[in-house]
């Protein structure tokens, strides 16, 4: 093979393996829109689909039922377009200035969050001679994007809504997985004052964790994203949702070192005894998050990034690299472990959520970071 000719890499050649169960995607989508009452269910899809790919995950949804999704950026809108050319695709981060004509050649509709997004997009309208559709983002609690409240309210017969058609109101929680934070109701209040001062414009508030809200704040459209990929929506509660991914890595080489001897960049983990390793053939240029690195004394951490190895749960050594995590693997029977063996990474009791939490951050940014060179699998059981 030319060094110029690309091929699709085979599992068996992979150093790591990301497994997309695209059946479980749907049964969580499925959960939520039932949950939702008789709000659409729409399906957030920025972030190449939390990680699991646009151009898999959209078709598996819009298979399912799903007709309206978000993404972040024009260029995913782009992307999601491709593969659901009937679909209804909004871009949340808003109308980047000089852009409209793409919204409208790719028939997309911009989320406007400020008045000079709102005038820029009713003077593109009325230069088309079109009234376009857009959403209208209501700031209630989060002061990241929006209008403010009052600002909302005094767009109550303002002229430039006769532009441009707005076809949905938006607003997003700021703590929808805390049951007991008051932010949610005020946030509730806020938006249904907006939603009264635009009747017959359907409304949306509620992410992943605002569809499992005991209030119910569905309005006519939910906006699900991390519990679609196997995130706990509820996190003081059992996990609802089915694991969407798993991640498996390669042994690529076996060694034993002994008591004292160092591992990794800088010798930051040190064996106390006699240990047997295992390195990996993943690292932070993977997504891996480098937080998980093992530092200390062999048999002294338990906190940090764990690897499951013939079923028995093996910690860390040394640092995560760019492209290799070193395992201590000492408590596996050496018959059961060679080079070659496939050791998980996301899976069984190694969620997304508790991966987040061994690395000191969230489950959504495990997800996102998933790289692009691992073989991928798709499986479509169940859709």
């Not at 007709?67 to 050319?85: G, M, W």
Request: charged share 25%.
């Amino acid at each position: 093979m030319k060094a110029s000719q690309a091929r699709f890499i085979a599992g068996s050649e992979a150093g790591s393996l990301l497994h997309i169960d695209l059946g479980a995607l749907v049964s969580n989508w499925r959960l939520l829109r039932d949950r939702a009452g008789g709000a659409e269910a729409a399906a957030v899809v920025k972030a190449d689909a939390y990680g699991t790919g646009i151009e898999t995950t959209v078709p598996a949804l819009h298979r399912a039922g799903c007709r309206t999704f978000f993404v972040a950026h024009l260029s995913e809108a782009i992307r999601a377009r491709a593969v659901a050319p009937e679909a209804t695709i909004y871009i949340l981060n808003g109308l980047p200035p000089g852009t409209a004509d793409v919204y409208a050649e790719f028939d997309l509709r911009p989320v406007l969050g400020s008045r000079e997004e709102i005038d820029e997009w009713a003077a593109f309208c009325r230069a088309e001679g079109r009234r376009l559709k857009a959403a209208v983002h209501f700031d209630t609690g989060m002061n990241r994007l929006g209008l403010t409240v009052p600002q909302g309210l005094a767009l109550k017969g303002d002229p430039r809504l006769a532009d441009f058609e707005p076809a949905l109101l938006m607003s997003h929680f700021a703590s929808a997985e805390e049951r007991d934070n008051p932010l949610n109701q005020r946030q509730i209040a806020a938006f249904s004052a907006i939603r009264e001062a635009f009747p017959g414009i359907p409304g949306s508030l509620a992410n992943s964790s605002g569809i499992l809200r005991e209030e119910k704040p569905h309005f006519d459209l939910v906006r699900p994203g991390y519990a679609l990929y196997g995130g706990n929506p509820t996190p003081d509660r059992n996990n609802p949702m089915r694991p969407v991914v798993g991640l498996q890595s390669r042994i690529i080489q076996l060694r034993t070192v002994d008591a004292g001897d160092g591992v990794g960049y800088n010798w930051r983990w040190t064996a106390q005894t006699k240990r047997r390793l295992a390195t990996l053939s993943i690292g932070y240029a993977d997504g891996y998050p480098r937080p998980s690195s093992g530092i200390g004394a062999s048999g002294e951490i338990s906190e940090r990034g764990m690897a499951i190895v013939a079923g028995r749960p093996c910690p860390f050594a040394g640092t995560v690299s760019m492209d290799l995590i070193i395992v201590d693997v000492t408590d596996v029977p050496e018959n059961e472990v060679k080079r070659g063996d496939l050791v998980t990474l996301i899976g069984g009791d190694l969620t997304v959520d508790e991966v987040g939490r061994r690395a000191g951050t969230i489950g959504y940014e495990i997800l996102t970071n998933l790289g692009r060179r691992y073989a991928r699998t798709h499986r479509e059981t169940e859709i």
